[in-house]
């Protein structure tokens, strides 16, 4: 699926499946740029060689980190329904809506619980808000959503100042809650961060959703990406960057590739040499 070399590729976790799975649907010193500036790992220790920095980036998250994210992904995806239904606004559908509501969020676990207390109930809430959409809306109503979802991430997200790196490294970070298998590709020269790239060599959600059907949970959707691309586009719009994705299998499993790129400049000085 990828024919990049093994040590670029971040090797995720192990899974952290929860007990009862749900449906689903987050450089060298070389004097050139390149495509996506990284972090600092979370481990201490003496500064790695670039390689281990692309291995390590996301792999030794922190359980408290972990748990923040499933907790925001959870709210941008409530938050994005709710400026979904408000912007159809038809009252017939607010009862549902509330009930549902009391669904996504019975049982929260407490602020301290863990990643995978919060896990549960993402899986449980995204699962509950897709049929609740789809069963009224129809399919295409998915992208309505990830449009009104990117509204509230771009609003909650934070800016790392790394220009197109930092939703790239967004997509990276989810991927490591699933214990997906990614690497960032470092190839292509730009001029600062105006493009940054990322290939998922094995995407877990996969794994998750495989699981659910051999339990006999119904799922809403015949794939994830069929939301999972969508959603990520928007994010990626929402932060100023258009995006570019592909689809693929191999033998390591399902898994994309993505992209974020800086629009081109509306006031760029025309070439001469092109005019006529």
Not at 38 to 45: I, Q
Not at 69 to 83: C, K, M, V, Y
Not at 167 to 181: D, F, K, M, T, W
């Amino acid at each position: 699926m990828s024919d990049a070399p093994a040590g670029g590729i971040a090797q995720g976790g192990s899974p952290r499946v929860p007990a009862s799975p749900t449906d689903t649907a987050d450089a060298p010193e070389t004097g050139r740029p390149v495509t996506a500036v990284l972090g600092a790992p979370h481990t201490a220790g003496p500064h790695p060689e670039p390689a281990d920095r692309l291995r390590n980036t996301y792999r030794s998250m922190p359980e408290a980190e972990r748990s923040s994210l499933w907790r925001q992904r959870l709210h941008e995806a409530e938050s994005g329904l709710t400026r979904l239904l408000a912007a159809r606004h038809n009252p017939t559908h607010l009862s549902d809506w509330f009930a549902l509501q009391s669904e996504i969020f019975a049982d929260l676990p407490p602020a301290t619980g863990t990643s995978l207390d919060w896990q549960r109930v993402f899986f449980r809430g995204q699962a509950l808000m897709e049929r609740f959409l789809v069963a009224r809306f129809g399919e295409h109503a998915l992208t309505r959503w990830a449009r009104a979802i990117a509204e509230v991430h771009r609003d909650v997200e934070p800016d790392h100042g790394r220009g197109a790196a930092d939703p790239v490294h967004r997509i990276a970070r989810q991927a490591e809650l699933y214990g997906s298998n990614y690497e960032f590709d470092e190839s292509v020269e730009t001029e600062g961060t105006s493009r940054a790239a990322l290939t998922i060599t094995h995407c877990a959600i996969w794994d998750y959703r495989e699981q659910a059907r051999r339990s006999g949970v119904r799922l809403t959707l015949a794939s994830p990406c069929t939301y999972c691309t969508k959603a990520l586009s928007e994010n990626i719009r929402a932060k100023g960057f258009e995006p570019s994705h592909s689809l693929r299998t191999g033998p390591t499993g399902h898994g994309c590739r993505w992209e974020a790129t800086a629009p081109a400049s509306q006031d760029a000085t025309p070439d001469p040499s092109q005019e006529q």
